[in-house]
């Protein structure tokens, strides 16, 4: 054993053999410097932050959930009774009260979460106070006096560092202080009264109705006017005896009341139980309901670290005050001036490093974390807080950890405890079944809906279009953890702990700290494969050379209604200001519903290199595998455009549906041991991806990858090693798999017959053309060749030809193109994308450059010049294209003229006021994408030829530090490459 120094945290009652993990030393990124970090978005949280704002000192938030107010949105409280109306313009605007609304005021108030959660937002950003969502607070930093400095932040994106002069904890239960060490008194062995609340519904009989409703605009499924209707309002409770007071307790005891308190039919309910802690910060002071003394709310070890909530040192009618917002301003007020009075006693810091307490540790492997900053994949950047190496407590040990309990995720988990495994899922919402339940995709599209998406959808009697999305998600909670699993939600996996390959744990974030949790395999169902990632695979994402992206929503959420699609901007779910961003503009686009999801509909991701690759060739020439575990169907719904060679020649019929068996190897990432891979973060091309996506399809190969887990455990092997027979019979006997998938080898694409009968083929359409791709090159090539003598099949011929890089047949082509004038094309449609993103004419002129086709620069010119602002995106796209391909000085001046025309440049979106500005309240508003695409194409086809007077440099610099991570990553990739 070596000692090491390490931040005291315990959150798990699992049993280890191993206390803490050796972590060696890393760099941390340092994301701002600020007077003051509040930690925690509560209502008194913000308000300090405005209250200090306005006083001109600066001041960061983090927040674990996707919005502030939890207290009061999260928790079901968004009501103001008539003794608590204060004349304070922060609960004024909460609750829509104005001084003359003197019948208001004499009744109960009640709001939306919606307005609740805008009003916050809008304040912090006008009062220029910056934030993070799904933010955790997981380290503290010290001065050399070991005082207070700041604290290091964890999220999607890793960990962060932030220096701040003094630090708020305005959480409720001030996991913050304790894990700094302040001093807070033992339990009291009382037991602790708990309530959660729902909204509509059928009460059970335990259920305490409320002396108050909540008035709602309700909306049919289709969208017709909105009416104003009334839901009750029901409490339940429970009164438990703590033994630790730790996140794993709480979260426990949290999903027994979950249990006892659903109600059929309900509309809402609290994210968390509400209770006091009972755990107090120990001082010389007690605050009472009569007066706030300032040594109640901070520590004299820590002096520049204030508890705001109720567990300072408070007596209990205090405590029990401050679970309201009118209390919890005035705390605010009294904490400001307390604050600014430790500001300026507070002499300038010297350095700044990790505080630490030595601990005994072992080292297992070593510990992979993304350390870019706060956007991913982009390194933003350049200073750091460098650390000395510590340990990291252990949270638990199981036999397969779940990360993601959205729509692979939950059946994953759900697979394997069934099976009798000892699973954790990790879920950083506080419901289960993601985009078709927290993010209100409430029916599907298509998929294959058998085996257990069969049991699912008669279990909350799905009828033939749509379920309720609170029924679904009660049924994954309660089939989960009634079958022995264990479930961590408002937590996140943020990193792994691997030994050469092999990943041995995963790093969990949690509202009370950072730790790792052993396991013998781990089923990534982040949707972005990040834990694959972080343990060494390689993936599949933007790059700098083309750019394609699925659309992404973020839904409106109205009681009653299950079913709501969305379509209205990229997200690059990695990217912590990218997703700031879209909650922010979403509660503000959809500002008269009752609230948003606080899922994203992401339709793209990234995608691992797994140890087989689906293409849309595999699909569209119905490639079987011997190692099949599903069958995934749908039509080409894209939403977007296409990338791959197969859609320059073919353009799938829309209302036809297209299907493919899912090879095991999908689910593997190529080079890691240990790890399978479930939810849309697969091994398949990007254009393969509409077909295999769809919500059954996600559900039954999750279940798949449960099973895949435990078989693997029980027979003591990899699950790269797992014996497919075993997991096939498993899959047929619950229905998710047909014998007809079974194959004892890969069948072959095509041969010399199916790859001349398709050449044949070309005379009428480009039906066939996968067989030609599917083929041995040469042998193409060469029967191609001889194929441009053939007057019917010169034209698709050489099209083909130029494609694989030969020019035999160019001049066919450029005549070709010489007759054509611009047809329709196609540009961005919210919702409406099927197809490849092509016209003809635009799938020559690329082919033409693919071949370098010099002599077709000045023809492709003369097309160009006749498009506008107006054209379809798919021609500008084209030619753009082609120029980056052909290059020469006369295509540089050709660009540079187009993006100077009116309305081609200025799409950036670089602050929140550009993008309120640019984001429409339409829910498939494309006119922002279809401006940005185009310019940021235009940009890097200047660039990439050279450049004119630096202007092709210029955009793309901009759109480097564009809020819009998909845009920016882009940018980079151009201009940076992979640093």
């Known amino acids: 054993m070596k000692k090491f120094l390490v931040l005291l945290f315990t959150i798990s009652l699992q049993v280890c053999a191993l206390d803490f993990l050796t972590e060696s030393p890393r760099k941390i990124p340092l994301l701002k410097e600020v007077d003051v970090l509040i930690i925690g978005g509560s209502t008194c949280g913000v308000a300090l932050a405005l209250e200090l704002a306005e006083q001109g000192k600066s001041v960061f938030i983090v927040e674990n959930r996707s919005y502030m107010g939890s207290d009061l949105t999260g928790s079901g409280k968004i009501y103001l009774k008539p003794e608590e109306i204060i004349d304070q313009a922060l609960i004024n605007d909460l609750f829509k009260i104005s001084k003359n609304d003197k019948v208001r005021q004499n009744s109960i108030l009640t709001v939306s979460p919606n307005h609740i959660k805008s009003v916050f937002d809008k304040k912090l950003i006008a009062a220029k106070v910056d934030f993070l969502y799904e933010t955790y607070a997981t380290d503290l930093l010290v001065d050399e006096k070991g005082y207070s400095a700041g604290a290091l932040v964890g999220n999607r994106s890793g960990r962060q560092a932030i220096k701040a002069k003094v630090i708020v904890d305005a959480s409720h239960y001030a996991w913050f202080a304790k894990l700094a060490k302040l001093n807070f008194s033992p339990l009291n062995n009382q037991s602790v009264d708990f309530k959660r609340l729902i909204m509509g519904g059928k009460a059970r009989p335990e259920a305490k109705k409320l002396d108050w409703e909540i008035k709602v605009l309700s909306r049919s499924k289709k969208n017709t006017k909105a009416k104003t209707s009334f839901m009750a309002v029901y409490e339940y409770g429970a009164s438990y005896t703590l033994k630790e ?20 039919d309900q509309e809402f309910s609290s994210e968390l139980m509400i209770g006091l802690p009972q755990k107090k910060l120990t001082t010389e002071q007690v605050s009472s309901i009569e007066k706030f003394h300032r040594e109640s709310f901070f520590s004299k070890s820590q002096p520049y670290i204030f508890v705001a909530g109720p567990a300072a040192n408070l007596d209990q009618a205090l405590a029990k005050s401050l679970m309201r917002p009118h209390t919890k301003v005035r705390l605010a007020e009294f904490i400001s001036k307390e604050v600014l009075a430790s500001l300026a006693n507070r002499a300038d810091r010297q350095a700044v490093k990790l505080a630490n307490v030595s601990q005994e540790s072992e080292k297992l492997g070593e510990i992979k974390e993304l350390l870019n900053g706060p956007r991913g994949n982009l390194k933003s950047t350049s200073e750091f807080i460098q650390t000395d190496g510590g340990t990291l407590a252990v949270l638990g040990e199981f036999d397969t950890v779940v990360v993601g309990g959205g729509t692979g995720g939950a059946p994953a988990g759900i697979a394997a405890a069934r099976e009798g495994a000892k699973v954790l899922m990790v879920e950083a919402n506080h419901s289960l079944g993601g985009v078709g339940t927290m993010g209100l995709i409430g029916k599907y599209w298509y998929g294959n809906r058998v085996g257990f998406t069969k049991e699912v959808d008669d279990a909350v009697n799905r009828d033939s279009r ?24 408002h937590s996140i996996g943020a990193g792994v702990l691997v030994e050469g390959k092999f990943v041995k744990g995963v790093i969990v974030m949690t509202p009370q700290g950072r730790g790792v949790v052993l396991c013998k ?13 972080l343990a060494g695979a390689d993936y599949k994402f933007i790059n700098g050379n083309e750019f394609g992206y699925q659309g992404t929503g973020l839904s409106p959420l109205s009681p009653g209604v299950d079913y709501e699609n969305s379509d209205w901007t990229f997200v690059d779910d990695l990217d912590m200001l990218d997703r700031r961003r879209a909650y922010v503009l979403s ?7 009752w609230d948003v999801a606080q899922h994203i509909d992401s339709r793209e991701r990234r995608h691992i290199v797994g140890d087989y690759e689906i293409t849309p060739v595999d699909i569209a020439c119905g490639k079987m595998y011997y190692d099949a575990i599903g069958y995934s169907k749908s039509n080409w719904d894209s939403h977007g455009y296409s990338n791959h060679l197969l859609f320059r020649f073919w ?54 990858a449960g099973l895949a887990a435990v078989i693997a455990l029980r027979d003591g092997v990899n699950v790269r090693d797992v014996n497919i027979q075993s997991l096939q019979r498993k899959l047929i ?13 890969d069948t072959k694409m095509t041969d010399e017959a199916k790859l001349d009968k398709a050449i044949a083929d070309l005379a009428k359409s480009y039906e066939s053309v996968c067989f030609i791709l599917a083929a041995n090159r040469q042998l193409a090539i060469d029967k191609l060749q001889k194929a441009i003598n053939k007057p019917d099949l010169a034209v698709p011929a050489a099209h083909i030809l130029a494609y694989f890089g030969d020019d035999s047949g160019k001049g066919i082509l450029l005549e070709n193109i010489k007759t054509q004038v611009w047809e329709h094309g196609w540009s961005m449609q919210g919702m409406g994308n099927h197809g490849s993103g092509y016209s003809d004419l635009d799938s020559k002129i690329i082919a033409l450059a693919e071949c370098n086709a010099q002599e077709a620069t000045k023809l492709i010119i003369s097309k160009f010049l006749l498009l506008d602002n107006s054209s379809a995106f798919s021609h500008v796209r084209s030619c753009a294209i082609a120029f980056e391909k ?9 660009l540079y003229d187009f993006l100077k025309k009116d309305k081609i440049m200025g799409h950036q979106v670089m602050n929140y006021e550009d993008a309120i500005a640019k984001t429409p309240s339409d829910k498939n508003d494309v006119m922002e994408r279809r401006g940005s695409l185009r310019e940021l194409i235009l940009a890097r086809a200047l660039y990439k030829t050279g450049d004119y007077e630096g202007l092709g440099e210029k955009i793309l610099k901009i759109y480097a530090n564009d809020l819009r991570g998909v845009y920016a990553t882009h940018a980079r990739k151009v201009l940076y490459g992979n640093q």
């Open 521 to 533: 395999n781990l089923i990534d169902a982040t949707g972005n494969a990040d834990l694959a990632i």
């Open 886 to 894: 052909l290059g020469g000085e006369e295509v540089k001046k050709v």
């Open 651 to 704: 353009f799938p019929n829309r209302k036809k549906v297209y299907g493919t068996y899912i090879p095991y190897r999908m689910l593997l990432p190529k080079g890691v041991e240990n790890v399978l891979v479930a939810g849309i973060g697969f091994s398949a091309d990007r254009d393969s991806s509409p077909i295999i996506r769809m919500q059954p399809d996600i559900q039954n190969n999750g279940y798949a």
């Open 466 to 489: 749509s379920w309720d999305v609170q029924k679904k998600s009660h049924w994954l909670f309660k089939e989960f953890v009634e079958a022995g699993g264990t479930l961590w939600t």
């Open 245 to 264: 007071e730790s996140f794993a307790e709480l979260i426990n005891l949290d999903h027994q009341l979950r249990l006892k308190s659903y109600q059929e």
């Open 587 to 593: 509660r503000l686009k959809f500002k008269d519903y």
């Open 733 to 745: 006997k619950k229905g998710i798999l047909d014998i007809k998938g079974i194959y004892e080898t």
